[in-house]
């Protein structure tokens, strides 16, 4: 994936110094996933580099910084997370930052979401909606319930708000989703 990613960077015309910036933040990402995910196919193994195309390829996001921090944004699985001051040393202030001004799922989401930029916005609800992209391989029904109110409640709506081509996205994936759920 670490190579998909830098091909997919160079040819939307990132400068050489950026793609490997972002690959040194998906390389490591991965640094907490590869001792626990022995299957390279794992949705959750490749969920940092699919966020990265998700906001190069479906966003047209381009912003180095903001691409970094996507990498390493884990808003479901905190044992895949990387620690801040991991993120601080490694790679520098600004993706640490970016990082942390990132809304997850918890109390006043809708809020926080709302009061943060836009390409923060962006790189919220990608990374949200390859979270939802995973869903299906849950094993905990409650949990793929709570992503899908959290999408129709409020990942949805700030979708549209922010970029219609997400909007549509996560619409579409929680009509099928929620289908799953309830095949009535």
Same mark, same amino acid.
Request: negative net charge.
């Given at each position: ?47 940092? /580099? *699919?966020? #990265?195309? +998700?906001? =190069? %390829? ?31 040393c490694t790679m520098g202030d600004e993706v640490a930052d970016w990082v942390g001004s990132i809304p997850v799922p918890g109390p006043e989401l809708a809020e926080a979401l709302l009061g943060? /930029? *836009?390409? #923060?916005? +962006?790189? =919220? %609800? ?59």
């Amino acid at each position: 994936m670490d190579a998909r990613v830098g091909r997919t960077l160079t040819g939307v015309g990132l400068d050489p110094a950026a793609v490997i910036m972002v690959q040194a933040a998906h390389r490591l990402a991965m640094d907490t996933r590869r001792d626990r995910l022995l299957d390279a196919h794992h949705p959750d193994f490749l969920h940092p /580099g *699919r966020t #990265v195309l +998700v906001l =190069a %390829l479906d966003c047209g996001f381009r912003n180095p910084i903001g691409l970094a921090a996507a990498a390493l944004l884990e808003s479901e699985h905190e044992g895949s997370r990387t620690e801040l001051e991991v993120i601080r040393c490694t790679m520098g202030d600004e993706v640490a930052d970016w990082v942390g001004s990132i809304p997850v799922p918890g109390p006043e989401l809708a809020e926080a979401l709302l009061g943060t /930029g *836009r390409d #923060v916005q +962006v790189v =919220a %609800l990608a990374e949200r909606l390859d979270q939802c992209r995973h869903a299906k391989f849950w094993t905990d029904v409650s949990a793929k319930r709570r992503i899908l109110e959290e999408v129709e409640a409020i990942y949805g709506p700030v979708a549209e708000r922010t970029l219609p081509a997400l909007g549509r996205r996560f619409a579409h994936w929680s009509w099928a989703f929620g289908r799953s759920l309830d095949p009535s």
